[in-house]
């Protein structure tokens, strides 16, 4: 089936750039999305991207789709302390008809002031 | 603004005991999900409603979880019993539609469970 892998942790210096990676194994994985969990909350959905695009911009949200070698990137430019949270990657696989999401086990960003 | 409901926030039980959770989705949504979430994992479907119906429950331990959706609003998800691996935050979500097509999950608070 679909597995999803993200990196644990990242620490950045409020101001910088952060960069969240993931990889997927379903090639034919139709919709990906990043969520936020900030700590005792649920997920709140960030940005999405359809898998025949190769990048989206929201405002200081970039996300890159790099189909070839299934990877995904977001990327938050000028980072805030309130930035800090969990972040996950979640597909889509090709085979849901039901829209299931398989998420990745979550990157923990850290900003520090 | 329209948020998903659950309750209770936080339950603490004994192995061998029964549990229950309530979820009260975003008015007129179709599709609710019940996830399981392990601390430092994702979220895993447990299962996914279409209205009344269930369209996935693969990952559902059956033997001693069971969901339902009775009138295809609000949801209730019970555990009996309660084992120590049960341990987790129980998150639930709703979207306008389910599918392969773009569909948002609004997502609850959660309930955090932890079996002794």
Redesign the interface.
């Known amino acids: 089936g679909e597995d999803v892998e993200q990196s644990l942790f990242l620490s950045v210096r409020e101001g910088d750039s952060s960069v969240i990676n993931c990889t997927y194994t379903d090639s034919s994985s139709t919709y990906l999305y990043w969520y936020k969990q900030e700590p005792g909350a649920g997920l709140q959905l960030l940005t999405y991207i359809f898998s025949n695009m190769d990048m989206k911009q929201d405002q200081r949200l970039t996300v890159l789709l790099n189909k070839k070698d299934k990877h995904l990137s977001l990327r938050i430019a000028d980072t805030q302390t309130g930035d800090s949270a969990i972040y996950f990657c979640a597909s889509v696989p090709g085979s849901s008809n039901t829209g299931k999401l398989i998420f990745g086990q979550g990157t923990t960003l850290q900003v520090k002031p | 603004e329209a948020e ?1 409901a659950q309750s209770p926030r936080y339950k603490i039980t004994e192995k061998s005991q029964a549990v229950a959770f309530w979820c009260d989705p975003i008015s007129g949504h179709a ?1 609710l999900y019940w996830y399981r979430q392990i601390l ?6 447990l299962v ?1 409603f ?1 209205d009344e119906s269930v ?2 429950d693969s990952q559902l331990p059956k033997d001693r979880f069971s969901a339902e959706r009775l009138k295809g609003v609000d949801s209730t998800l019970k555990i009996q019993p309660a084992e120590l691996g049960d341990s987790a935050m129980y ?1 639930c ?1 709703s ?1 306008a539609t ?13 309930t ?1 469970l932890t079996v002794l």
């Not at chain 2, 430092?40 to 479907?45: D, N, R, S, W």
């Not at chain 2, 389910?98 to 959660?110: C, D, R, S, T």
């Open positions: 998903v599709t430092g994992q994702g979220p895993e479907l996914q279409q369209v996935d998150l979500a979207s389910g599918g392969k097509a773009y569909n948002e999950q609004f997502f609850g608070p959660g955090r």
